[in-house]
């Protein structure tokens, strides 16, 4: 059964953007009118032109916007002036096609950087996209996002809101082990949730803390990268505001589909054979847990350790003392799902390196780290750093 | 012609720490007096018990030092209680052979992290490797800091310093790209120098900074990391201050020393065939050229490039823009050697893949980023991310 949301159509193209004959490269996702809509961008400092006018035009028009326009196989990411028009142009192109304001059209883009778009193609990717408009197209749209992804990573959730029914369906692209000289990480969440933009804001940043940004594969932010969420409001009558507990069950409901689709792309990447929750418990603070994950789980040392299912522990005390927050070393401990590895900063008094192999073996474990300093905890998704990496990374154009 | 130093000898003895049976793995440097000492040491916050012991020592007795005892096939490091009493063992050890104070001689250890010194076959090794000073040991010792290293790394340079000719003799062992489960970079220099130790503290740390603090090979840095200095004074006589010119001679001495060593390290890594120096210019500070260098350095995207010979330039502006510091992407200009590969954040408009490829088959290269937005400069020397790395790391205990 395919995935649909009151108020929203959506449509494909193979426009020959990318190099695979027949493979769908243009995506278009719009609703039957102006919706809410929220987004988050990437934090690097060159962004690319759809990534630029995108923001601009949220800003512009409150948070509202009626479609998205998507393609995939060039990023139009460092492509001067004439990438900025081209952006331009292709939100014009698919609000001519639905009747829009190019005013409401966001517009992403994905895969090489430094390469102009080839416009006509796009254009009548644009104008077939269009006219497969169906509510039932989400799934050949999350096919058109795609670059060397090896499948489609779509996820739907409902919750009740205020005695309706609510419905959010999401779809999402990867991911830097992939394809990292694309760019790189596209997420489009549809929902007919009642919303105002300001609500809509407040609940994507929530539920984008614990989910996206919390995962890495090689710790590289790309130009692109761009998560876009629009409300249709068909769900529910009266006042489009979601408070207290209504606000909080939709942050929930959009978390944890947000979270599906994180692991989806973590799990999805080629190369990756192991992906591993690593969580940090007993800090100072939250900034400072954070700190001490996101340095494991993007350390090369512990990501081949992983690789290599070696219970190498000293990698990963190594990698939280190069966190740089104050730690007491003599304090930590470490744990391999059930296993422990170090007590105290040093091997654990039980310690069997058979028994902690063993569970490096596992597709998806837990690497606990309990700084035993204080109370705040972070959680972050790693993977490991396998020859498939290197493979796609050193070789892929060639 | 071995390397010598006015003041110093050297010893080394094969202890069986190693696994390699007749491995050198215990080395001594004695001065035959109380010498002018000065030590940088790692700054991750997990440190080994030598790190802790020799930083100690080193402001109890204010910058003076007459031995350094290192051991190679253990790290001391994540040990606890223990580890700390063997460092202190050591010390101890190497001070009762060569008839020195005990708080007078600094410790390093290098390998494996979290297993207890053997330290009968330690102290065994201290006693032998003391049997074997000589003036002509340096190469010896040399030998017996390393770990997986392929070659020893050792140089020497010599100048005049208020009309005395000054020797300086240092060597290395290797880094992470090599072993990284060891405990990883450790560098020493001799010189008969006469300088004081605050002086030393002055030249090694202006000597280090452009040299061993702009080398990455994966970002981590050790627990054990350990660059020290001693100085016998056995050149020139009177005061022994360096002041204006002679200091600046000295410390472009040490800094020429350094980089030499520097560049060894680096280009001894197993999976390195491309060592590249990232120059970045038209920076607005030090501290935001050398951010923008590090990150480059540092990505794996553009390491594994590097590795693959693939002048995919967007990958290097992608790690500009995530350098955390304001930059124009619109202004950066990207050279490899001779070759423009993009101007003013777009392909250069003479770009020709071909021969930007060609610069990257050279062993060696210069990767220039001109961000055009100030006068600050910063260099840093990166490596690829090969195959042989993730064979090494995720292997290595297999």
């Not at 990292?180 to 609500?199: C, I, K, Q, S, W």
């Not at 396998?386 to 060639?398: K, L, M, P, Q």
């Amino acid at each position: 059964m395919s995935l649909r949301c009151n108020g929203f159509r959506f449509g494909a193209a193979a426009a020959g953007i990318k190099k695979q004959s027949g493979a769908l490269d243009v995506g278009l996702l719009a609703c039957e009118s102006v919706a809410s809509a929220a987004a988050i961008f990437t934090q690097n400092r060159v962004k690319a032109a759809p990534v630029r006018l995108s923001q601009a035009l949220l800003r512009k028009a409150g948070g509202r916007a009626q479609a998205i326009v998507v393609n995939s196989g060039n990023a139009n990411a460092c492509t001067g002036a004439a990438g900025t028009r081209d952006a331009r142009q292709m939100a014009a192109a698919a609000a001519a096609a639905i009747g829009a304001d190019a005013g409401q059209v966001l517009v992403a883009s994905t895969g090489v950087i430094g390469v102009p778009l080839p416009m006509e193609r796009v254009a009548a990717g644009i104008g077939a996209a269009a006219e497969s408009l169906s509510a039932d197209g989400f799934d050949a749209f999350a096919h058109a996002i795609l670059t060397t992804d090896k499948r489609a990573k779509a996820a739907g959730r409902t919750v009740t809101i205020g005695g309706s029914k609510v419905t959010l369906i999401g779809c999402t692209k990867g991911a830097g082990m992939i394809a990292p000289n694309m760019a790189t990480t596209l997420t489009f969440v549809a929902t007919d949730a009642r919303v105002a933009p300001r609500g809509l804001d407040a609940a994507i940043r929530a539920a984008v803390a614990p989910t996206f940004n919390a995962i890495t594969v090689d710790g590289d932010t790309s130009t692109n990268d761009t998560l876009a969420l629009l409300a249709s409001g068909r769900a529910g009558k009266g006042k489009s505001g979601l408070a207290g507990a209504d606000a909080r069950r939709f942050t929930e409901a959009l978390t944890d589909l947000l979270d599906e689709l994180a692991r989806a792309l973590i799990g999805d990447g080629e190369g990756v054979h192991h992906v591993v929750r690593v969580c940090v418990r007993g800090a100072r603070s939250d900034a400072a847990a954070r700190k001490v994950a996101q340095r494991i789980a993007n350390s090369p040392l512990v990501k081949t350790a992983i690789a290599g299912g070696d219970p190498n522990w000293g990698r990963i005390l190594c990698a939280v003392g190069n966190a740089g927050v104050p730690i007491r070393p003599e304090r930590i401990d470490l744990t391999l799902d059930d296993v422990a590895i170090a007590r105290a900063g040093a091997a654990a008094p039980d310690f069997v390196e058979a028994r902690a192999a063993e569970v490096m073996q596992r597709p998806t474990y837990d690497l606990v780290v309990d700084l035993h300093d204080g109370k705040a905890e972070a959680r972050y998704l790693a993977c490991d750093l396998s020859h498939g990496y290197v493979e796609i990374n050193a070789d892929y154009r060639t």
